[in-house]
């Protein structure tokens, strides 16, 4: 088996324009041996075809205990916060997500649908501009609002989920401390809110698993815990880039803004394919091999970390057509994007994601007729960030 030389990955470059260099990765190898921005050694999957398999490779874990190493940079969460889906195998994984999956089922997806649209009626009823920061006004909060709701938070005692999100994804080498106290707040924040919700159930998912833990014995106090976190965590980030890479995608495409509004091309269609296009979440979660194993012909070895980029996967020439072309037409014809991953780990919110992306990018286009960019497409800034392709604004006016 072939073993690759280190290659430095993860400096500004990559940081500033991500699809032009993982392209050159792409090109260059299939799998590239590098380190984390903080140090850690890690194996870079950028390949369609490699992807897509390790993502539902059995001999790839979640579970931290099977790495070598023990620097474990934004790797897993601290122990109070570590017993949940992103660091689990079966039958540990099985168990968990059946406990939340039936929130996510579409029936109860589709009877949000209502809900969804009155959240979202009134962030743009709030739209206080023009110019509006559509990221500040409508990408984040609405799927922070319908996350809080799902899980049963009181909107009176909600904090400022996206500020501690965006310090647990910060790419800057030594934040780990700056990470620990985000962690430290929303492991409080949580302890309270649980506490309260023993006390006063209501129809959430928060009181569905409180009773799996207190009354059935089938989710234990970290488990709890550490699943609420990351349903609140993970739960609004991958939406809310979502509703701002795909409104970007219109806004800078003329033709296909004038088509969707006409309705010759779907909300959905254009949704799809800004997963493909611009994956709003640009990493899988890091694995670690179990055995010593093979990916795109270079060896890794039992307990190797290895990260599959989604990003880079799903601009592959071998796998779409012209995919540095944003085309939206290609979703009805072109199936198998890796934006939510695949197999047993595969987004349980994805389409809760598509819902709240569908409605709110359809309210906005009918609310707006004359929506435009405030600012050039090239003085946008994107969140410095590894892990996921995020505006830091999004401008617009009417």
């Known amino acids: 088996m072939a073993r690759c030389p280190v290659t430095p990955t993860f400096g500004d470059e990559l940081v500033a324009d991500p699809h032009s260099g993982y392209a050159r990765l792409r090109e260059a190898d299939p799998v590239h041996r590098t380190a984390t921005p903080d140090g850690a050694p890690v194996w870079l999957v950028t390949r369609y075809a490699d992807v897509r398999a390790a993502l539902a490779d059995p001999r790839l874990s979640l579970n931290k205990a099977n790495a070598r190493t023990s620097n474990d940079y934004l790797a897993s969460m601290p122990p109070e916060l570590d017993a949940h889906l992103l660091n689990t195998d079966p039958p540990g994984h099985t168990r968990l997500r059946r406990l939340i999956a039936t929130a996510f089922t579409p029936r109860r997806i589709d009877s949000l649908r209502e809900r969804v649209q009155s ?13 509006v920061d559509l990221m500040a006004a409508l990408a984040n909060p609405l799927p922070m609002g319908v996350i809080c709701e799902l899980l049963g938070i009181p909107e009176g005692t ?11 994804l910060s790419p800057l080498p030594g934040v780990a401390s700056d990470s620990r106290t985000a962690m430290r707040q929303m492991h409080r924040f949580l302890l309270e809110i649980i506490s309260d919700k023993r006390a006063r159930r209501t129809d959430d998912l928060l009181s569905a698993m409180i009773e799996a833990h207190d009354e059935h014995d089938s989710l234990t106090e ?10 609140l965590f993970a739960g609004y980030d991958n ?15 003329p033709d296909h803004l004038r088509a969707t ?26 694995r670690f091999a179990l055995e010593d194993l093979t990916i795109g012909g270079v060896g890794i070895r039992a307990g190797d970390r290895v990260w ?12 779409f057509q012209d995919p540095d072309l944003f085309d939206p037409a290609r979703s009805e014809r072109t199936a198998g994007h890796l934006a ?15 819902l709240e992306g569908e409605i709110a990018v359809t309210s906005l286009l009918r609310r707006f007729p004359t929506l435009e960019l405030a600012v050039p497409a090239d003085e946008l800034q994107w969140w410095r960030n590894i892990h996921r392709r995020s505006l830091e604004k999004l401008p617009v006016t009417w």
């Open 158 to 168: 909600r904090r400022d989920f996206r500020a501690w999100t965006n310090t647990l």
């Open 340 to 354: 939510f991953g695949r197999g047993i780990h595969s987004c349980l919110g994805a389409s809760l994601a598509r």
């Open 119 to 131: 959240i979202t009626d009134d962030l743009l009823d709030a739209f206080a501009g023009p110019p």
């Open 222 to 231: 970290p488990e709890l815990l550490a699943m609420a976190f990351l349903i």
């Open 239 to 253: 939406a809310a880039n979502l509703i701002g890479n795909a409104t970007l995608a219109l806004l800078t495409h």
């Open 261 to 286: 509004r006409e309705g010759t091309t779907t909300v959905r269609a254009v949704l799809e394919e800004t997963l493909r296009w611009n994956t709003p979440s640009t990493l899988a979660a890091r």
């Open 308 to 319: 599959l980029s989604l990003i880079s996967a799903n601009r592959d020439a071998t796998q």
